[in-house]
């Protein structure tokens, strides 16, 4: 099988290679085309995997293009990871944002509505290229904002683009470890919300939800990464466990805060370190992989640190720094490409799964993955609290995507102001017009 690998400089692809090179079985991919815009960052890259692949008989043959046609033609799979304005463009986000004293995180908030702004463009021709030059692909899109990208594709491509992201894996993870479950995979995870909004409501092991056992147990609940950031008085009163993102909603004055007062922003940091490792890796003495392993061990335990130092949450736990995206992409191409049965929680049109949504509403929701694709499990109603949460988003989702395709200021002015956490009409002009000043990309915008 081909896999097209769209960000193929990506700093993060060496994961999804080097899930491949463990998987021997027949159905296989065999050969992977990195597509990048950036030749110096596909040669870096490369060279990573081929370090990966030295001592690997029968490694799946890479080869690097900046041709998108090309690259497209003749896929099986396509797995989409691409950043609209690279990092630079992440931390000019999350600086005109804090600048009006909201939150600028990638995905959150204004931030993730001027990253959507950016990327929806992008991403819908290259789903228009999909459809037209491998139609019977299936597209793995993890391009954030990973829900409003994977919708807009959608529109062009159906059910063959599916959304996936780490967040929940990690969080059933977590909970199944503190709950001391022997084999987490056979855990059933009841999930819903929005890709970086939803609550875990249950985790049934063998037909029996173990997780009421959990939020009876405030020690066991302040035992691991949620616990800690958000507290065990709070998950009691939700009755459930939050995605790690939802304490930009539920904490945001003190995020903001942090995320002002920190001596870098996340996006900024990433920028100088991923600066370093591409320019390191360019030394012919030094070891490619070697450098990779170091400067992603340095971003994963970083992750969220200013979240986790509001909460006075510490340090990440070691077993919460091995990733684990590439495990859900390996795990649903295996299951289309075998029709190997499974359950993952992915990114999916609603069609109906969750009633207070439309169908083809792009939601996180457990899925049974088969030759067919991923189909959404129905799901109980969300309670109160999280179904506005959740139809307030979706709508700015929405308005995203009409001034994607419209190009209409009025509409951009909308989706920022529409937010639960930008709290003005006047900020979000200002935003407008902050992010239309620094973005080439949202000229689009009248």
Known sequence: MKLTILGGGGFRVPLVYGALLGDRADGRVTRVVLHDLDAERLSA????????AADVPDAPEVTATTDLDDALRGADFVFSAIRVGGLQGRADDERVALAEGVLGQETVGAGGIAYGLRTVPVAVDIA????????DAWVINFTNPAGMVTEAMSR??????????????GLGRRIARVLGVANPSEAFID?????????VRGLRVAGRDELPRLLADPALLGSFEEGKLFG?????????????????????REAVRAY??????????????QARFYEDVKNPAASALRTWDRTRAEREATYMAENRQTAGAGERDADDLSGGYEKVAL???RAIARDERTTLILNVRNRGSLSVLDADAVIEVPCLVDANGAHPVAVDPL?????????????????????????????????FAFHPLVDSVNVARRLVDGYTSVHPGLAYLG
């Not at 890259?45 to 990966?52: G, H, I, K, Y």
């Not at 062009?156 to 894996?169: A, E, M």
């Not at 307030?392 to 419209?406: D, F, G, I, N, Q």
């Open 383 to 415: 309670p109160g609290h999280a179904t506005g949460l959740v139809c307030a988003v979706k709508a700015v989702e929405r308005e995203v995507l009409a001034a994607a395709e419209s190009g209409s200021r009025a509409t951009a002015v909308k989706a």
């Open 260 to 273: 002002r007062e920190a001596e870098r922003t996340r996006g900024a940091f990433l920028r100088d370190q």
């Open 232 to 252: 065990p008085d709070w998950l009691q009163s939700l009755g459930a466990i939050p995605n790690e993102y939802l304490h930009y909603y539920y904490f945001n």
């Open 331 to 333: 795990a649903l191409m």
């Open 191 to 199: 999930y819903v919300g929005l890709n970086h909004l939803g609550w």
């Open 156 to 169: 062009h491509l159906g059910d063959r683009v599916i959304g996936i992201c780490d967040s929940p894996v």
């Open 45 to 52: 890259v490369t060279r990573v995997l081929a370090e990966q």
């Open 128 to 135: 228009r290229r999909v459809a037209r030059l491998a139609p």
